[in-house]
Nanobody
Framework: QVQVEESGGGLVQAGGSLRLSCVVS????????MGWYRQSPGKQRELVAQ???????NYADSVKGRFTISRDNAKNTVDLQMNSLKPEDTAIYYC??????????????WGQGTQVTVSS
């Protein structure tokens, strides 16, 4: 059973910074992609940033230059450093991982989410 757990959310003023962390349990499989999504009330869940195995990260246009994603394959973790936060960044942030069990068998797993609130 794969477990995904986020931490690091909270309340911050506009212009401030937060760092989110995500850890994936177990190391008996290959984690293909690790990333962060977010969802605010009344909106669909959207990609914030993600990294494939050995590939460059990709970011939503709205966070480019402000957010940085990093992963540690040895620890099965992925972090999201968020700087210059804006009120519109307020959302529940979810960690998502794609696990490869075999060449044609990939499954995604989500964390429970962590709230980020940016006050103006």
């Amino acid at each position: 059973q794969v477990q995904v757990e986020e931490s690091g959310g909270g309340l911050v003023q506009a212009g401030g910074s937060l760092r989110l962390s995500c850890v994936v349990s177990s190391s008996t499989f290959d984690i293909n992609t690790m990333g962060w999504y977010r969802q605010s009330p009344g909106k669909q869940r959207e990609l914030v940033a993600q990294m494939g195995l050995g590939t460059s990260p990709n970011y939503a246009d709205s966070v480019k230059g402000r957010f940085t994603i990093s992963r540690d394959n040895a620890k099965n973790t992925v972090d999201l450093q968020m700087n210059s936060l804006k009120p519109e960044d307020t959302a529940i942030y979810y960690c998502r991982v794609i696990v490869r069990y075999s060449r044609d068998n990939l499954r995604q797993y989500w964390g429970q989410g962590t709230q980020v609130t940016v006050s103006s």
